[in-house]
């Protein structure tokens, strides 16, 4: 028995001594691929960050191919458009940044140089906006309007909505003002171009002559003083009659005094008027174009003979149409009959 407690305390002691010696080299192991972890961590955020640099270099060669292609399209924009326009020039600003940021940062020096370039198109650009925008609202002073005005009633935002979809993303970081220009300058030459384009300025018929002009004369029926709200154009029945402007067709239908008639809303309260149509050719809600046939001359209504009675109405008071067809190629000289022998 005893000899057997002696094996028996023996056997012991060799497990727990073989339990120890796994149990050291298992912590061993453990440790050793730990080890072996994390220098594989090390090697690999080493070689992520030495293809982060080769990807910067990538993405900005990448850019710069798109900013030559940007810059080769926009080629057309005028070069006499000076710095002084509308807004600074900044490259020289530009080319610090671009050699302070390659001195403290020379990976990033590519994409610093693609952004002074960006910028540079930006002004440029906003330039080119600015300028046609001085186009549209001289054009349109000389048709005796207030372009300021139009293009308050254009941007009205007493009845817009829709989700929120910023230009440039979410604001997280403030966005270059320079960008927050442009879209200024191309909102403003957007409205004018649109409020322009909604100005009578295309002729109404293809006529002989104006037949009776705008204002006071003698009434054809009573012989009378009378005041004439439009210009009246002598042709055949069945010519066609032409949209003014670019609009929307407000109205189609029968007037007292002026016959078949057809209305076209051109928006900033602008709107004209073609009467003593023999017919129409165009409905109510219909989006028209300047020059499209939109009725055909007639005789309806108090009329003395085949004309187009055209008025151009502003807030529903009439003006006179001609300076706003003076423009137009094809509008000929009043005709030399007094508008006291010529009917409406």
Not at 174 to 195: K, Q, T, V
């Amino acid at each position: 028995m005893v000899g057997a407690a002696i094996v028996a305390v023996l056997l012991l002691a060799w497990l727990v001594s073989m339990a120890g010696m796994a149990i050291s080299q298992y912590m061993s192991t453990r440790d050793r691929l730990a080890l072996l972890n994390r220098e594989a961590k090390v090697a690999s955020a080493e070689s992520r960050v030495a293809e982060y640099r080769d990807d910067l270099k990538s993405v900005a060669e990448d850019l710069t191919r798109r900013q030559d292609a940007l810059e080769k399209m926009t080629d057309v924009l005028p070069d006499d458009i000076k710095a002084a326009d509308t807004v600074t020039d900044s490259t020289g600003e530009a080319a610090k940044t671009v050699d302070k940021v390659s001195a403290a940062l020379p990976e990033a020096s590519g994409l610093a140089k693609i952004e002074a370039r960006q910028l540079a198109l930006v002004e440029r650009l906003t330039r080119f906006a600015d300028r046609r925008s001085a186009v549209a609202a001289e054009r349109i002073r000389a048709l005796g309007l207030n372009p300021d005005t139009m293009v308050a009633r254009l941007n009205d935002r007493s009845a817009q909505g829709g989700p929120l979809i910023e230009l440039f993303g979410p604001k997280k970081r403030a966005i270059d003002p320079r960008f927050e220009r442009l879209g200024l300058s191309l909102a403003r030459m957007d409205a004018l171009e649109r409020g322009l384009a909604g100005i009578p300025q295309h002729t109404p018929a293809s006529l002989e002559y104006i037949s009776s002009g705008f204002g006071y004369r003698a009434d054809p029926f009573t012989g009378g003083a009378a005041f004439h709200a439009g210009l009246d154009f002598k042709g055949p029945i069945g010519a066609p009659i032409f949209a003014a402007a670019n609009g929307r067709v407000s109205f189609v239908g029968v007037q007292q005094g002026y016959g078949n008639v057809v209305e076209v809303d051109h928006g900033n309260g602008l709107m004209t008027r073609y009467a003593h149509m023999s017919g129409f050719r165009a409905r109510v809600g219909q989006p028209v174009e300047a020059g499209q046939v939109i009725g055909l001359i007639g005789n309806t209504g108090r009329s003395t003979g085949p004309h187009l009675h055209f008025e151009v109405r502003i807030n529903d008071r009439a003006v006179n149409p001609r300076p706003f067809l003076e423009a137009a190629a094809n509008v000929q000289q009043e005709g030399g009959r007094s508008a006291a022998t010529n009917g409406r």
